[in-house]
């Protein structure tokens, strides 16, 4: 069982907008920053939101994330067929003194 | 260009013991803390133990903590992750990361796979 809570799926069509939730504590998400990661199949997962909302150079406009209080959420504009993947939310945890992650979203886009 | 490439995974039986090593590549590998992360087949990314620049300091998730033992070679630059007593959950894709602040993961290894079973 995961520190943080997604939701185990998510799915949407071509050029949809699409939200994935994050949920977690006042000892994780309460009192850090929040981080996004994408993994493709086969692959190590890649980082697509920092601080809580910030993009890497490379990252598309589509992405965008946010935060309010101990809950987090990612959301994709424009959906593509591309952007199927896992997504996966993380945090610094002060009472672990480690990073969590959430349980994972599978995104289908149909 | 930055590289991290795990290498010592394989399948060990329950009970024996395996060395994950991670050579760094790109940056100056003394500079950063480092990490390893886990992915059992089909499940989420799972954190596993931590170093600091130095090696002077570590973590562990509670999980494997008094069986995992996380090293590092500045020298050569390289991090390692001693695993004894293995159990059939520790099964997974063990990734070499390296975080710069909070749970920000700018670089990861390609993996390695781990596999406990008789």
């Known amino acids: 069982q995961s520190v943080l809570t997604q939701p185990p799926s998510a799915s949407g069509t071509p050029g949809q907008r699409v939200t994935i939730s994050c949920s977690g504590s006042?000892?994780?998400?309460?009192?850090?920053?929040v981080y996004w990661y994408q993994q493709l199949p086969g692959t190590a997962p890649k980082l697509l939101i920092y601080?809580?909302?910030q993009r890497p150079s490379g990252v598309p406009d589509r992405f965008s994330g946010s935060k309010s209080g101990t809950s987090a959420s990612l959301a994709i504009s424009g959906l593509r067929s591309e952007d199927e993947a896992d997504y996966y939310c993380?945090?610094?945890?002060?009472?672990?003194?480690?990073?969590?992650f959430g349980g994972g979203t599978k995104l289908t886009v149909l | 260009e930055v590289q991290l490439v795990e290498s010592g995974g394989g399948l060990v039986q329950p009970g024996g013991s395996l060395r994950l090593s991670c050579a760094a590549c790109?940056?100056?590998?003394?500079?950063?803390?480092m990490h390893w992360v886990r992915q059992a087949p089909g499940k989420g990314l799972v954190w596993v133990s931590r170093?600091?620049?130095?090696?002077?300091?570590?973590g562990y998730a509670d999980s494997v903590k008094g069986r995992f033992t996380i090293s590092r070679d500045n020298a050569k630059n390289t991090l390692y992750l001693q695993m004894n007593s293995l159990r059939a959950e520790d099964t997974a894709v063990y990734y070499c990361?390296?975080?710069?602040?909070?749970?920000?993961?700018?670089?990861w290894g390609q993996g390695t796979l781990v596999t406990v079973s008789s």
């Open positions: 170093i600091n620049s130095d090696g002077s300091n570590t």
């Open positions: 790109g940056f100056t590998f003394s500079n950063y803390w």
């Open positions: 990361a390296r975080l710069l602040v909070g749970a920000r993961i700018d670089y």
């Open positions: 601080s809580n909302n």
């Open positions: 993380a945090t610094w945890d002060d009472s672990l003194s480690g990073p969590v």
């Open positions: 006042s000892s994780n998400i309460g009192s850090n920053y």
